[in-house]
């Protein structure tokens, strides 16, 4: 038998599918070789870039329109502090092309020297500090366009944090400024309004101090002159019925004395005479009666002697008989006796309160009450009668005056007492007065 063929130790294992050389009717090999595969990589780089390209020139345009179609003034600077990009805005405010801003700084574009200067020295301020800023400033173009405007300088970092530009925008507020000065104008004028009618309040309101002052000067004056004057008028009143009670009582007394004389010589030889004399002497006592009484009305002299209560009590029932007033009083047992001014307005304040009720209230009857009671002397006095309205009542609270009120008040006040007046239309009217009493009463 043949020997099989050994196989070759240099023979190689056959190529996979992919990398199987394909062999052509020529006998060449159709495998690319690594220069075709470099072409390819090119061509299919050049497409990305190209395609790059024409995505950054469409957003380039699409930025520009944007940024062209605003009113507001957009632009960029490079680290120098030139213009890498200015919007149609404010190209139409300097009355330029783009390729004549770009490039250059503010000096060159026309800028007044100092403004120019500031604004290159905020740009390197963003710069340095890496934080924008905020200001304001006035402004007139080489075209002549001239307002106010508010500017914003924003840094623009790379991928290592450094600023590599400075963006910003500017907005004309001139308007804005003219309706702020509008405003402030008007504040100062409402200011110096303010202050014009502060200061005639000031002094109108120490014209109205002053004239109270002196108003209240006058009243006090008045109030004084009042309590004088009632001071006078009660030692008047003391003197008067003194004298009515010693001289004219005296002369009187006499009178009757010399009439009664008269009527017994006469008894026999004059009888008709006699009968005169008697008749006068009739007269001559009811005068002494009336004297005798209006001595007493003047001025009690059981107030000074015996004090209030036998005083009041000597004129209660007098009132009784005379006006047919049916009067209670009511004084506490163990009552007091407070100082003799005191004494004589608690008399008084009686005495006009009845008087008003006999001549006003229609009242038969009336009651009075007199008591000490927390450090105070109270008087109460009331009747029955026909009462006074609500409407009335507070006219006459409101003004002090009125049914004998006043010269009540005055009395009162200078102790430092008060009076309250309560009244019902049909039922009657209640006075009450507290006088405050001192530890020495």
Same mark, same amino acid.
Request: glycine share 8%.
């Given at each position: ?30 495998? %690319? ?11 299919? !780089? ?14 380039? $345009? ?19 502090? $030139? ?44 710069? !340095? ?56 104008? !008007? ?16 002094? $109108? ?78 007269? =001559? ?14 001025? %009690? ?9 036998? =005083? ?35 008399? $008084? ?13 229609? !009242? ?78």
């Amino acid at each position: 038998m043949p020997k099989s063929r050994p196989k070759a130790k240099n023979s190689k294992q056959p190529r996979s599918a992919s990398s199987r050389v394909n062999i052509g009717t020529t006998g060449k090999s159709t495998y %690319p070789s690594d220069g075709a595969i470099d072409v390819t990589k090119r061509k299919s !780089s050049e497409e990305g870039t190209e395609g790059l390209r024409l995505r950054l020139e469409h957003q380039s $345009r699409v930025f520009d329109i944007t940024l062209s179609s605003i009113t507001d003034f957009v632009y960029i600077f490079d680290r120098d502090g $030139r213009f890498l990009y200015v919007n149609q805005a404010l190209l139409d405010l300097w009355g330029l092309q783009l390729d004549q801003a770009v490039g250059k700084d503010f000096h060159p574009l026309q800028y007044p020297d100092d403004l120019a200067a500031k604004l290159q020295k905020q740009i390197q301020q963003v710069i !340095s500090t890496k934080a924008g800023l905020t200001d304001e400033t006035a402004y007139t173009s080489p075209t002549g366009a001239s307002g106010y405007y508010e500017y914003i300088f924003r840094p623009v970092f790379d991928r290592d944090g450094n600023v590599e530009s400075v963006a910003g925008s500017t907005r004309d507020i001139t308007e804005r400024k003219r309706v702020e000065e509008q405003l402030r104008q !008007s504040q100062e004028r409402f200011r110096n309004l303010a202050e014009s009618l502060e200061n005639k309040v000031t002094v $109108r309101t120490s014209e109205l101090e002053q004239r109270n002052n002196d108003v209240l000067l006058q009243s006090e004056q008045l109030r004084n002159l009042s309590v004088r004057l009632m001071e006078t008028q009660d030692h008047e009143r003391r003197r008067i019925a003194r004298e009515l009670h010693d001289s004219a009582g005296q002369i009187v007394a006499a009178l009757l004395m010399n009439l009664g004389r008269i009527r017994r010589e006469l008894s026999d030889s004059n009888p008709k005479l006699a009968d005169l004399a008697q008749e006068t002497q009739g007269w =001559a006592e009811d005068l002494n009666q009336e004297m005798r009484t209006t001595s007493y009305l003047l001025h %009690p002299p059981l107030l000074d002697e015996s004090g209030l209560r036998a =005083a009041l009590d000597w004129y209660v029932e007098g009132l009784r008989e005379r006006a047919n007033l049916n009067v209670t009083l009511d004084i506490h047992e163990q009552f007091e006796r407070p100082s003799r001014e005191m004494e004589l307005t608690v008399f $008084r304040v009686v005495q006009e309160c009845l008087t008003n009720i006999h001549r006003h209230s229609g !009242s038969k009857t009336a009651q009075i009450r007199i008591a000490r009671q927390d450090g105070e002397v109270v008087v109460e006095v009331r009747d029955a009668g026909r009462g006074i309205s609500a409407e009335n009542l507070a006219r006459i609270q409101a003004r002090g005056t009125g049914v004998g009120l006043r010269g009540i008040r005055e009395r009162v006040r200078q102790f430092g007492g008060a009076v309250r007046m309560e009244s019902q239309e049909g039922v009657g009217t209640t006075i009450f007065v507290t006088l405050p009493v001192s530890g020495s009463d």
